[in-house]
C-alpha cells in the first residue's frame, strides 16, 4: 500500500533531509530536474513554455525549471506573482539565477499582462503551502489557466489544498502532475483526482528511513495490493470459514442473496442468510449453495446462529424494525466481526455496537449517521470517514467513488471501480466481499481496504466485457471469480 502524505508530513521529511545535510537549494533542484525530465518526455516536441510562478517555494521550483529547460533549448516565459521581498533564499537565488540564461521574466499584477502566446503552460503558483481563498490574481490566473492546452501543474495543482483536495479557487484540468517526495494525500480524492490528469511521483532523495519515520496516517490501497496465498491441497470449508448475513425482508430478498453469492465467490466456505420465514423459503431455490434460516422469525436460533458464524454481516435487504433491533442486540455482545449495513445503519442511533465494528454507509448514510448533509459529507470525505469511525468506534467505510476507509487512526484510499458500478445492489456485493476478506485476514482496516479495492477491480475488469452502462453486480461477483487464477501466489 502506497503511503500518502499532508503538508505537515511532507515539510518534515524535507526539514529532516536539509538538516541531514543535503540543502533546501538542492532539494528545489532536484524537484526541477525531475520535472524538467518528465515534462520533455511527455511532450517531445516542446519548443517555448509559459510558467506560472508564485513567491513561496513552490514558485521557486517553477524558476529552477525555467533556468533547466532554458538549458535544453526550450525557450521559457516566467510570469511571477506576488511580493517578490517575501521569497525564500533558495527562490530568490533561482530567481538570480535567470538573469545568466535567455529565461524572459515578466512581473505580473494582472493577466491581462500575459502576453506569451505558449501552448505549453506550468502552474508553480502555489504548492502545500496553499492555506487560504484564492482571489484577485490567484484566482484569475487559475481561470486563465482552464484555456490553456496543456497545463503541467507542480507539486499539486495551485487551486488544491493539499491534504483534503478541497478546492481554494477556480480550476481548471491539469493534462499532468508533477509531485515531489511523496503523493499528497488530497490528490486522491474526488473531485481532484479527475482534475489533476496523470499523476508522476519526482524521487528528491529524502532518505526512506526519514521518510518512514513521519508515521504516516494514510494509504492510497491498489490491485497490486490483492495478491494472496494459494490455498493448500488439504483445505476444507471449516477453514475457509463461515458467513452469516442477517436480512433479506421480503421485497428487499435479493439483496441478501447478492450479498451472499459474493461471499461464495470471495472464497467463504460456508454463507448462510439469516432473514424472514417467507424469504427463507426462496434462498435454496435461488441459489442452492446458499444455507438459510428463518432467524427474523425465530428469536430462539438467534444465539446459536450467532455462535456458529466467523464473520457476521447485518443489513443487506433488511427492514428496520423490531426483529432488526433483537438481532443488533443479540450481536452487540458477540467477539468476532459483525459489518453492519445498509438496513442496519438506521438503527444505531444511541446503540452501543459490537466490539469489532465495520459500518459500511454510502453519502446518504453517512449523513443521516453524523447528523450532517451529503454536500458536507461530500465536500469533506476524509473528515467524515474519521467522525464515523470515532463516533461508532467502529472501522468506518464511506462508500463513495473513492471509497475512504478509517479505523480512527489510519485512512486507507481506494483507487479502483468505475462509474458503472452505480446501480443498486453493487453495496451488497462489496459487503459479501468485506466479509470474505474478514475472514481471510481478521478484523484490520487494511483488510476492509483491500476487501473494497477488490470490489472495484472487480468491476474495473468486468466493464472490459460489459461496458459500464448497464453492468450488473451479478457480473462483478462472475468476474471475481474470474480474477483468483491472476491474485493467487504460490
Ligand atoms: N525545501 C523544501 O521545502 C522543498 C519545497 N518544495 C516546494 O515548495 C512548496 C512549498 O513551498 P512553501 O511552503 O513556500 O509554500 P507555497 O510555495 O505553496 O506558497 C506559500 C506562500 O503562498 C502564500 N499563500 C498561501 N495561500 C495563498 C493564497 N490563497 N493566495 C495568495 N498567497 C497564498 C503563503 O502565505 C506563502 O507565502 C512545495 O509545494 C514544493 O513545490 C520543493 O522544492 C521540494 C523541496
Ligand atoms: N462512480 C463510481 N466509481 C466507483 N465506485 C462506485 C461508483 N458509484 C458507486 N460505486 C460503488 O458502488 C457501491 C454502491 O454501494 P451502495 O450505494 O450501498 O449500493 P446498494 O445499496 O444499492 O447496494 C459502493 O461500493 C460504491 O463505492
Ligand atoms: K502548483
Not at 491539469?174 to 509531485?179: K, V
Not at 430478498?253 to 450479498?259: I, N, Y
Request: net charge negative; with cysteine.
Amino acid at each position: 500500500m502506497k503511503p500518502l502524505v499532508n503538508a505537515e508530513q511532507m515539510r518534515e521529511m524535507d526539514r529532516r533531509t536539509i538538516v541531514g545535510g543535503i540543502s533546501g537549494f538542492d532539494l528545489m533542484e532536484r524537484a526541477a530536474t525531475g520535472a524538467a525530465d518528465f515534462i520533455c518526455k511527455d511532450s517531445p516536441d516542446l519548443s517555448s513554455i509559459s510558467i506560472l510562478a508564485g513567491v513561496g517555494n513552490n514558485g521557486g521550483d517553477g524558476l529552477a525549471l525555467a533556468r533547466i529547460l532554458d538549458k535544453r533549448g526550450v525557450r521559457a516565459h516566467v510570469f511571477l506573482v506576488g511580493d517578490a521581498s517575501r521569497m525564500s533564499a533558495e527562490s530568490r537565488r533561482n530567481l538570480e539565477l535567470l538573469a545568466q540564461t535567455s529565461v524572459e521574466v515578466t512581473r505580473l499584477d494582472a493577466v491581462s499582462g500575459i502576453t506569451a502566446e505558449n501552448e505549453v503552460w506550468v502552474d508553480a503558483l502555489l504548492g502545500i503551502g496553499l492555506d487560504r481563498e484564492l482571489k484577485g490574481i490567484y484566482a484569475d490566473t487559475m481561470t486563465f489557466l482552464q484555456n490553456q492546452a496543456r497545463v503541467y501543474a507542480l507539486d499539486v495543482p495551485s487551486f488544491v489544498q493539499s491534504d483534503t483536495g478541497a478546492f481554494m479557487g477556480p480550476t481548471y484540468r491539469a493534462h499532468a502532475t508533477i509531485t515531489f517526495g511523496a503523493p499528497k494525500v488530497g490528490l486522491f480524492l474526488e473531485p481532484t483526482r479527475g482534475l489533476r490528469g496523470e499523476l508522476e511521483v519526482v524521487d528528491i532523495g529524502i532518505p526512506g528511513d526519514i521518510a518512514d519515520d513521519v508515521g504516516h496516517r494514510a494509504y492510497l490501497v491498489e490491485s497490486s495490493d490483492l495478491v494472496r496465498p494459494r490455498r493448500p491441497a488439504d483445505f476444507h470449508k471449516g477453514r475457509a470459514g463461515r458467513v452469516l448475513i442477517i436480512g433479506g425482508s421480503p421485497g428487499i430478498v435479493g439483496a441478501s442473496v447478492l450479498a451472499g453469492k459474493a461471499a461464495l465467490a470471495g472464497g467463504a466456505g460456508l454463507v448462510t442468510i439469516g432473514t424472514t420465514r417467507e424469504s427463507s423459503a426462496s434462498i435454496g431455490l435461488v441459489h442452492p449453495t446458499l444455507l438459510s434460516k428463518p432467524l427474523l422469525d425465530a428469536e430462539d436460533q438467534i444465539e446459536h446462529s450467532l455462535a456458529e458464524a466467523d464473520v457476521v454481516v447485518i443489513g443487506p435487504g433488511l427492514a428496520p424494525n423490531d426483529a432488526a433491533l433483537k438481532i443488533l442486540e443479540a450481536a452487540r455482545v458477540v467477539s468476532k466481526p459483525v459489518i453492519l449495513d445498509a438496513g442496519a445503519l438506521h438503527l444505531l442511533k444511541d446503540r452501543a455496537l459490537p466490539s469489532m465494528c465495520v459500518i459500511t454507509p454510502h453519502p446518504g448514510e453517512a449523513a443521516m449517521l453524523l447528523e450532517s448533509s451529503v454536500e458536507e459529507v461530500l465536500a469533506a470525505p476524509l473528515e467524515a470517514a474519521r467522525k464515523l469511525s470515532l463516533k461508532f468506534n467502529a472501522i468506518a467505510v464511506l462508500k463513495t467513488s473513492r471509497t475512504l476507509i478509517d479505523d480512527g487512526r489510519l485512512t486507507y484510499i481506494n483507487s479502483t471501480g468505475n462509474p458503472g458500478m452505480a446501480v443498486g445492489g453493487m453495496g451488497d456485493v462489496l459487503t459479501g466481499i468485506l466479509a470474505t476478506q474478514l475472514l481471510e485476514e481478521g478484523f484490520t482496516a487494511e483488510a476492509c481496504a483491500k476487501a473494497v479495492c477488490l470490489h472495484g477491480h472487480a468491476a474495473d475488469v468486468a466493464t472490459k466485457n460489459f461496458g459500464e452502462r448497464g453492468l450488473d453486480p451479478l457480473d462483478l461477483i462472475e468476474a471475481l471469480k474470474r480474477l483468483w487464477p491472476e491474485l493467487e501466489v504460490q
